[in-house]
């Protein structure tokens, strides 16, 4: 599967938050360069404490803190939006993975 330079768009709604440039492909995540819009300086706190969690290895507050994200935000393929994701966004760069049907529950 060729993603290298695909661009993937993070949305709320109508509202583009931001592109990511795939440069990167490791199955079954992608990552690239992380453009931002200006509307994405209002979701930015949110990936940020996700990070954070994640890097205290705080899972299950992580779920908590991540559910706002997957509710209000779309990922959107080049080939339209994707059933569900989980991105994580730092400065310029972005890796995630994603699905065409919803993940399993655990």
Do not use: C
Not at 2 to 16: K, Y
Not at 37 to 52: I, M, N, R, S, Y
Not at 90 to 99: D, G, L, Q, V
Request: aromatic fraction near 16%; avoid cysteine.
């Amino acid at each position: 599967m060729g993603f290298d330079g695909d661009v993937w768009r993070l949305m709320r709604q109508e509202e583009l938050l931001g592109e990511i440039v795939i440069d990167e492909a490791d199955f079954p995540w992608l990552s690239g360069r992380f453009v931002p819009a200006p509307a994405f300086g209002e979701v930015k706190p949110w990936f940020d404490e996700t990070l954070a969690l994640l890097e205290a290895e705080e899972y299950e507050r992580f779920d908590a803190s991540y559910d706002r994200i997957a509710n209000a935000l779309t990922l959107v393929a080049p080939s339209g939006p994707v059933a569900e994701f989980l991105l994580h966004i730092s400065e310029a760069h972005a890796w995630f993975r994603w699905s065409d049907e919803p993940f399993d529950e655990a």
